[in-house]
C-alpha cells in the first residue's frame, strides 16, 4: 500500500471517528425520562472487578478446561520433507 492510500485511509478513520462523537452528543442524558430510576453507582474496585477481573477468570477458565479436556496426542510440529529433521523424523518413524 503506498502513502497516499495509507494517508487517505488514516484521515477516512479518524473523520469517521470525530464525527460519530461529535453526533453523540451527551447534551440528551441531562433529562431524565418517565419511568427512569438509576441505581448507585460502582465504586473503582466494583468497575475493575466487573470489567476486568471477571472477564479474565472467565478466560482463564475456558482455557483451562481446553488444556484440561484436550485429547490429541501429537503435540510435536510437523517437519518439512527433505530436510534433516524431515529424514531424521522418518526414520525414527521406521524404527
Not at 471517528?17 to 461529535?22: G, I, N, R, V, Y
Request: aromatic share 2%.
Amino acid at each position: 500500500m503506498d502513502k497516499k492510500n495509507a494517508l487517505r485511509a488514516g484521515a477516512l478513520a479518524a473523520g469517521t471517528t470525530l464525527m460519530m462523537l461529535l453526533m453523540t452528543s451527551p447534551a440528551l442524558a441531562l433529562t431524565r425520562d418517565d419511568g427512569d430510576d438509576p441505581g448507585n453507582g460502582l465504586s473503582v474496585a466494583e468497575t475493575l472487578g466487573l470489567y476486568v477481573l471477571c472477564p479474565l477468570a472467565l478466560f482463564a477458565i475456558i482455557a483451562g478446561l481446553v488444556m484440561a479436556l484436550d485429547k490429541s496426542k501429537d503435540r510435536a510440529p510437523k517437519a518439512k520433507p527433505g530436510t534433516k529433521a524431515g529424514a531424521k523424523a522418518t526414520a525414527d518413524a521406521k524404527v
